[in-house]
């Protein structure tokens, strides 16, 4: 089987593609793509048992109440709350605020931070799979689910921060040295000096390795009372098992290509 890593930005410049093939005790880096377009992308989804993609499948609920709500002249506070308190739910997505929880970490806010312009970017890519016949459950249960490579690096007790852009190309390195010791079936063949000089190829490496985990049924998963939320502003799947479980037996696999996608999640 092969998952596939997307580390998707506003612009096909900094966007990054992997593809990793299991078989035989190992998976292999079998393709990374640097500065990918959205035909690109949406081939890649569309040939994948199961595909991880780094940025928010949509915006917090409540933003959207609150844009519509001002559009129509009828922004209300709620009672008791003031400054940072009431625009929370605004900025944070309910997986966001789990996100934050479980691990301490805060992803960037959608609604507030310029991420927002890769969610549009991506608002279209999901559209395009709906089109071709594989709607999105932004839950996670169908071939796409919402990773976050620094907290899939943190789960796995690897470096997780300062290894970005081009003036941390060290620390780049020291992180692909330590996902290498900690996961020696993981082959990155000719790709491996590209992932130590771009960040963005090691991130889509990261979050095809997470989309193996969620392929497994190895990450959180929305609860009953999150599940609703979560369908309409993305789930963050992370992981919940060490690293070296993603080369469980094939048989263990729950693929994403035989679940049956929710199409109203489109």
């Not at 998707?8 to 410049?13: C, M, S, T």
């Not at 393709?31 to 040939?47: H, P, Q, T, Y």
């Not at 395009?128 to 932004?138: C, F, H, I, T, Y």
């Not at 263990?252 to 049956?260: F, K, N, V």
Request: net charge negative; glycine share 8%; with cysteine.
């Amino acid at each position: 089987m092969v998952t596939v890593g997307i580390d998707l930005a506003a612009e096909a410049v900094r966007t990054a593609v992997a593809w990793l093939d299991w078989a035989a005790g190992r998976a292999r880096l079998a393709r990374v793509e640097v500065g990918a377009d959205d035909a690109l992308i949406v081939d890649a989804v569309m040939d994948a048992g199961k595909a991880g993609i780094d940025c928010p499948l949509g915006w917090p609920d409540r933003f959207v109440e609150f844009v519509t709500a001002h559009r129509n002249g009828h922004v209300r506070v709620p009672e008791g709350l003031v400054g940072r308190a009431w625009r929370r739910d605004l900025a944070l997505r309910v997986t966001d605020q789990v996100v934050h929880e479980q691990t301490g970490l805060t992803p960037l806010s959608v609604s507030a931070d310029r991420i927002g312009h890769a969610t549009m970017r991506c608002a279209a890519v999901l559209a395009e799979l709906a089109r071709r016949g594989r709607p999105v459950d932004r839950r996670g249960a169908g071939v796409v689910v919402e990773v976050y490579p620094a907290a899939c690096l943190k789960q796995w007790g690897l470096p997780y921060r300062g290894y970005k852009r081009a003036a941390n190309l060290g620390e780049l390195g020291r992180l692909v040295d330590r996902l290498l010791e900690v996961a020696p079936w993981l082959d990155l063949g000719a790709y491996e000096s590209l992932c130590r000089a771009s960040d963005d190829a090691t991130d889509a490496v990261i979050s095809a390795l997470a989309a193996r985990a969620s392929a497994l049924g190895l990450v959180t998963v929305p609860a009953a009372e999150q599940a609703e939320a979560a369908g309409t502003e993305g789930w963050i799947a992370l992981p919940t098992t060490p690293l070296n479980r993603l080369m469980t037996e094939e048989s263990a696999c729950r693929w994403a290509s035989t679940a049956e996608p929710d199409p109203g999640r489109a």
